[in-house]
Structure formats: C-alpha cells, structure tokens
C-alpha cells in the first residue's frame, strides 16, 4: 500500500512539491520561496497546472540554470508559460525547464533524448534545450544571451553586406533570414506590401520606383452554380449567380500596389475567394469560380453584359448595392433603437417627473441629451395635466359607506 502511494504521488507532484514533503512541510507551512500554484481546480495540492508548489516570481529570477552545453540562462527566462510533451511537464519545479536552442542542432547528444523528437520546421524552426539547476553564478560570457546577441550582430552585418550587394534596394518587410543557411533572401510579395507599406506617396525601398498616391482596391466576381434540391417543381435545375465587384482588400491601397498584386497574385486571390465557398462545396457540390481580377480606383460596371447575363439565366448581384443594403439595414435598426429608448425616457418623464430624477443619473442625463429642455418643459406640463385630472375624476360612492 506505501509504494502504492509513492507511485501516486510521483505522478500527481512535480519533483519540487515531493522533495519538500518529504522535508515534512505541508500546503499550509512551507518555505517563503513557494507558493500554491494559482491554476488551482481542486482542494488538493496536485490540482493544478504545475502539480504542487511553484517558485515565486521573485524567486525564479534569482535562480540559474545551465544547458546541456554549459550556456547559463537566468531564471527569468522560465516566468512566462511552460510546456507539457510526452507526458512530461518541462517546468522550474521539475528541474528541466526548456529553452530554444540557439545553435539550432537537430542532432545534439546533451539534450533529453525525449526533446530530439520535437523538431520545427522552415527556416526559423525552433529546437528545444533542457536546462537544470545550477549553483554557478551567472554571468553573461557564458551565458545563453551573449549567444543570442552575437547572432543578432552576425544577422545585421550579414543584412548590411546584403543591401550592399543590390545596391541599397532592400525592404525590410520583404527579408528573410534562413537560421538554417545564415544567409538572408529577399522575397517580393505585394500582400505583403499592401499590409505593411508606408512609402505610398513616396519611393519604394525595393524598386526606387514611386509609390502612387492614389489609392485604389482588388476587384473580383464569384461565380457560383448549383442544383436545386428543395422538393419542388423546380427540383434538379440549375441555379447559377455572380456577385460582381467584391473587393480585396477591407481599405483602399495605393494603386501601384494593387498593379503589382493584380499581375503576380492571381491564383493567390482566386484561391482566397473560392476557399469562402469551402462548406458549400464541400457539402452540396457547389462549383465555385473567381473570375475578372483587376485592379481599379473604383469599382466598374459593365451594364450591357449584366443585361446579357440575366437574360441568361443568372442572377446577379453587386458587392457594393448588398453592403449599401445592410449599411441602411443597420442604421435604421439603431434609428428605431434610439426611438425606443426615446419614448421609454419620455413614459418615465411623465410617470416620475424630471425634477425627480437623481441629479447625476443616467436618466437626467439622457434626457438632457436626447429631449432638450423644451421637450422637457412639455413633458412636465402633460403630467401636471394628467395630475390635475386624476385629482378632479370623481370618486364613486360604495354601498357601505352610507350603511355605516
């Protein structure tokens, strides 16, 4: 039955937690230099995310930690989340905290065998060191930020000899470092322009070529046709509509980049509108189509060939008329919101009285804003009306009262 116990608590606590109960102390009296895990979900001291007791903050940050390769790593570096892989929490309270590794080996004999399954992928993957507890003090000629920081100077001396070579037409937001390679490679994404430019009006970083000032959008249509299956004497035929002129981008880019997204991004921009049709594809066999990519100032109209398409058959519809038609939509529900809210205010006015109204409250406070004080004046006079009236109605005689 004790190693029963054992092995249940070896499960249920982390190896701080054990190592202090062994000590005799208890959930009530322990050192200064722990606390309860507040993730707490039970009584219990287990039931919570670090299973047992956790280092104060305070604490962590004076403690060292060492890799497998000898870097040291201050504690500071673990007060931010932990992580949990192959049934094991990788935590301060454990001794084996991770740490991504700087020298990004995939194979390195000094880490947990368990973490050499745990391998990113692309150019900025992330492999994990464990670190253990160490009584050395810390200093940064070995520690793991020194490394960090020669490689931050080796990657801006690598991006200057790079500008250097194509003669100063670098954008920033369009380099990439390859941790794998250590050399940087420039990659041309109008998305990515249109995300993050701030040259419009001025020069490209990339080309020295203007950036227009004038600002345009991606225009597309969707073409989407399916059978009808509601039961009816309509039942299998065939239901084909556009809606045309449905815009890219959610605010208006310059026109130069959307000349650049237009040439390069088709089938970017074609995958993007037909995935929004994913479920009806996937479910009811719709047959989705972007067509007409272009990029334009505003949106064009064809109105012969809307003409042409509905004698066709095909219903059509435009972006714009439909979001005209739920910006109206919405401003008239807030219209008859307000108009609620109004004639609630007005029925209270005349219940309880403007005078009173407690001199802050939200009430006085609306009706000041919405009714103005000639509103407010009628108000006040209906319901003196309405007293005046009720003090005037005649009082009906009750049989008993004359019997007594």
């Given at each position: 039955?004790?190693q029963?116990q054992?092995?249940?608590?070896e499960k249920?606590y982390?190896?701080?937690t054990?190592?202090?109960?062994?000590?005799?102390?208890?959930?009530?009296?322990?050192?200064?230099?722990?606390?309860?895990?507040?993730?707490?979900?039970?009584?219990?001291?287990?039931?919570?995310l670090?299973?047992g007791?956790?280092?104060?903050?305070?604490?962590?940050?004076?403690?060292?930690?060492?890799t497998?390769?000898?870097?040291?790593v201050k504690?500071?570096?673990?007060?931010?989340?932990?992580?949990?892989?192959?049934?094991?929490?990788w935590?301060p309270?454990?001794?084996?905290?991770?740490?991504?590794?700087p020298?990004?080996?995939?194979?390195?004999?000094?880490?947990n065998?368990?973490?050499?399954?745990?391998n990113?992928?692309?150019?900025?993957?992330?492999?994990?060191?464990?670190?253990?507890?160490?009584?050395?003090?810390?200093?940064?000629?070995?520690?793991?930020?020194?490394?960090?920081?020669?490689?931050?100077?080796?990657?801006?001396?690598?991006?200057?000899?790079f500008?250097?070579?194509?003669?100063?037409?670098?954008?920033?937001?369009h380099?990439?470092y390859?941790?794998?390679?250590?050399e940087?490679r420039?990659?041309?994404?109008?998305?990515?322009?249109?995300?993050?430019?701030q040259?419009?009006?001025?020069i490209?970083?990339?080309?020295?070529q203007?950036?227009?000032?004038?600002?345009?959008?991606i225009?597309?249509?969707?073409?989407t046709s399916?059978?009808?299956?509601?039961?009816t004497?309509?039942?299998?035929e065939e239901?084909?509509?556009?809606?045309?002129?449905?815009?890219?981008?959610?605010?208006?880019?310059?026109?130069?980049?959307?000349e650049?997204?237009?040439?390069?991004?088709?089938?970017?921009?074609?995958?993007?509108?037909?995935?929004?049709?994913?479920?009806?594809?996937?479910?009811?066999?719709?047959k989705?189509?972007?067509l007409?990519?272009r990029a334009?100032?505003?949106?064009s109209r064809d109105?012969?060939?809307?003409?042409?398409?509905?004698?066709?058959?095909?219903?059509?519809?435009?972006?714009?008329?439909?979001?005209?038609?739920r910006?109206?939509?919405?401003?008239?529900?807030?219209?008859?919101?307000?108009?609620?809210?109004i004639?609630r205010?007005?029925k209270k006015?005349?219940?309880?009285?403007?005078?009173?109204l407690e001199?802050?409250s939200?009430?006085?406070i609306?009706?000041?804003?919405?009714?103005?004080?000639?509103?407010?004046?009628?108000?006040?006079?209906?319901?003196?009306?309405?007293?005046?009236?009720?003090?005037?109605?005649?009082?009906?005689?009750?049989?008993?009262?004359?019997?007594n």
């Open positions: 039955m004790k029963e054992t092995v249940l608590q249920e982390n190896l701080l054990r190592n202090l109960l062994e000590e005799g102390y208890t959930a009530e009296n322990h050192p200064d230099y722990v606390r309860t895990c507040t993730s707490a979900w039970g009584k219990e001291l287990w039931q919570n670090a299973g007791f956790e280092y104060t903050p305070d604490h962590l940050r004076k403690m060292t930690f060492r497998g390769c000898g870097l040291l504690g500071s570096c673990f007060l931010n989340g932990s992580m949990s892989y192959m049934g094991i929490e935590i309270e454990n001794d084996n905290p991770v740490i991504a590794c020298y990004r080996k995939k194979e390195c004999g000094l880490r065998p368990v973490l050499g399954g745990l990113g992928r692309g150019s900025a993957s992330v492999l994990f060191c464990d670190c253990h507890r160490t009584q050395e003090l810390y200093t940064y000629e070995r520690s793991m930020e020194k490394v960090r920081d020669e490689e931050e100077k080796e990657k801006r001396k690598k991006y200057d000899a500008s250097e070579q194509v003669s100063g037409h670098v954008c920033h937001w380099m990439k390859d941790y794998r390679t250590g940087w420039q990659q041309f994404d109008p998305m990515v322009c249109a995300q993050f430019c040259n419009v009006g001025g490209c970083s990339l080309t020295q203007p950036v227009s000032g004038k600002r345009g959008n225009f597309y249509d969707v073409k399916h059978i009808r299956q509601d039961g004497l309509f039942d299998g239901i084909v509509s556009i809606e045309k002129g449905i815009r890219l981008f959610p605010t208006a880019k310059s026109m130069t980049i959307c650049q997204a237009e040439k390069l991004c088709q089938d970017w921009i074609r995958s993007r509108a037909e995935g929004k049709y994913r479920m009806e594809t996937l479910l009811y066999g719709w989705v189509e972007a007409n990519i334009e100032q505003r949106e109105l012969m060939q809307d003409l042409q398409d509905i004698r066709n058959g095909i219903q059509i519809t435009h972006a714009s008329d439909l979001e005209k038609g910006r109206k939509q919405k401003k008239q529900k807030r219209q008859q919101a307000q108009e609620n809210r004639k205010l007005e006015l005349l219940d309880v009285g403007y005078e009173n001199e802050y939200l009430d006085r609306h009706a000041d804003r919405w009714l103005g004080e000639e509103r407010i004046a009628e108000l006040e006079e209906m319901r003196r009306q309405r007293i005046k009236e009720e003090q005037q109605k005649p009082v009906q005689m009750n049989i008993f009262d004359f019997i």
